[in-house]
Nanobody, 120 residues
Framework: QLQLVESGGGLVQPGGSLRLSCAASGFTLDYYAIVWFRQAPGKERAGVSC????????VYAGSVKGRFTISRNNAKNTVYLQMDSLKPEDTAVYYCAASPDCNSDSPDYWGQGTQVTVSS
């Protein structure tokens, strides 16, 4: 079965950190850009960050730049999103997706999502 599985979400206080993981099974992530999206209640899904297949290029939304870091370990078939200095407005369900590139509108694979809640 071809799938992406996110993990690492949870409840954290403002200013805290979480590391999300996106692991692939049934296929290799080597040839895919990986995009992290998030969707907050009542809001549209939005792109957060992207890393190219080589890992040489990363892209961040302005709202997370300087606080989030995307990385990949192709040997482990996994992509990570390190989230620091978390704010309540970062609360959302976070999804990873495998895409041909960071500009694609149609990812090939989606994960099921992991909830991140930032609250005191």
């Amino acid at each position: 079965q071809l799938q992406l599985v996110e993990s690492g979400g949870g409840l954290v206080q403002p200013g805290g950190s979480l590391r999300l993981s996106c692991a692939a099974s049934g296929f290799t992530l080597d040839y895919y850009a990986i995009v992290w999206f998030r969707q907050a209640p009542g809001k549209e899904r939005a792109g957060v960050s992207c890393i190219t297949d080589s890992g040489r290029t990363t892209v961040y939304a302005g709202s997370v730049k300087g606080r989030f870091t995307i990385s990949r370990n192709n040997a482990k078939n996994t992509v990570y999103l390190q989230m620091d200095s978390l704010k309540p407005e970062d609360t959302a369900v976070y999804y990873c997706a495998a895409s041909p590139d960071c500009n694609s509108d149609s990812p090939d694979y989606w994960g099921q999502g992991t909830q991140v809640t930032v609250s005191s």
